[in-house]
């Protein structure tokens, strides 16, 4: 991460930079948290937030009022023109598409169970999935209101919209969420029991064992790009799931490493092959049944995952 202005190309005087840089500093995770829930890449996010910097430093601060809510604004900008140019290399896109995962640390930042479970709701790779339907418009709205709380004043500001086309926006993206995103338990305790009990089973070869855990409906979803082996289609039921499973844990891969991680606000677990992650397996949970298997195997998009 960034720890000085020079990093972002700053020449002024070093007093001034200071003052600029902590402005700055005060709000950056709050920017990268609305980058990186529009475009679903922490690395796109930290480029949009790169960005964001290099017109704060260059702005006249005489004329801002409110640094985070100018902040906010540029950020969601630029995301939004982000969004719209990775659009079109999703439809090119080898295999099923995944928001990256990124390491986080909800139950030691934040230890009140309520707000916790708000964050992880907020960043969760099921709830990402499914901003992915959304308009840039309806996801930069649904961003800022549901995951950050922003007035819809100062959500139309940022968008350059009216208040009622904003609430519009909102409420059709609420719905559409709704509609479409699973009701995933988030309690971590249960999360990472079922997370445990299904790395044995799934290594273990046991088809029963892992048939007992999964949902009859439930979904792998692999995200390779192209670039490591991974199933390129949605694999539906417990059945045919269980069955993958098995099949991948008999392909026994050395020197393979593995670590239990908070991926996106939930226990999930990391494979490390030379001290690098390889991949990561992150579970969707309802009812004491897995649901969801997200596999995410793409090397470009693990970067955001701790090493």
Not at 81 to 97: C, F, I, K, N, T
Not at 280 to 303: E, H, Q
Request: proline content about 5%; charged content about 30%.
């Amino acid at each position: 991460m960034w720890t000085t202005a020079h990093r972002f190309g700053w020449d002024g005087p070093v007093n001034d930079r200071d003052a600029v840089l902590d402005a700055f500093e005060e709000h950056r995770s709050t920017l990268t948290g609305v980058a990186y829930r529009m475009l679903g890449r922490f690395a796109d996010a930290e480029d949009v937030v790169q960005e964001a910097w290099l017109r704060w430093s260059r702005a006249d601060r005489d004329e801002v009022r409110e640094p985070r809510a100018y902040l906010v604004r540029i950020t969601t900008r630029l995301a939004l023109d982000r969004l719209r140019q990775v659009q079109s290399r999703r439809e090119a896109y080898v295999g099923p598409w995944l928001p990256e995962p990124v390491t986080t640390d909800f139950a030691a930042a934040v230890p009140d169970t309520a707000e916790r479970a708000v964050l992880a709701d907020s960043v969760s790779l099921a709830l990402l999935v499914v901003l992915e339907s959304l308009s840039p418009l309806e996801r930069a709205v649904f961003v800022l209101r549901e995951a950050f709380g922003f007035p819809f004043p100062e959500i139309a500001t940022a968008l350059e919209r009216s208040e009622s086309a904003v609430r519009q926006l909102a409420t059709r993206a609420r719905r559409h969420v709704d509609e479409r995103r699973p009701r995933f338990d988030v309690d971590p305790v249960q999360q990472r029991d079922l997370t445990e009990r299904f790395l044995a089973a799934a290594t273990g070869g046991s088809l029963e064992d892992l048939l007992a855990l999964l949902a009859p409906d439930v979904r792998l979803v692999s995200d390779a790009g192209g670039k490591a082996k991974a199933a390129r289609r949605v694999i539906e039921s417990a059945d045919k799931v269980g069955r993958f499973l098995v099949a991948v844990s008999n392909l026994q891969v050395p020197g393979l490493e593995l670590r239990f991680e908070e991926i996106n606000g939930t226990p999930a677990f990391v494979l490390l092959a030379q001290g690098r992650p390889d991949t990561v397996f992150s579970l969707g949970i309802t009812d004491g049944r897995i649901t969801a298997v997200y596999i995410m195997r793409n090397p470009d998009k693990l970067t955001g995952v701790r090493a």
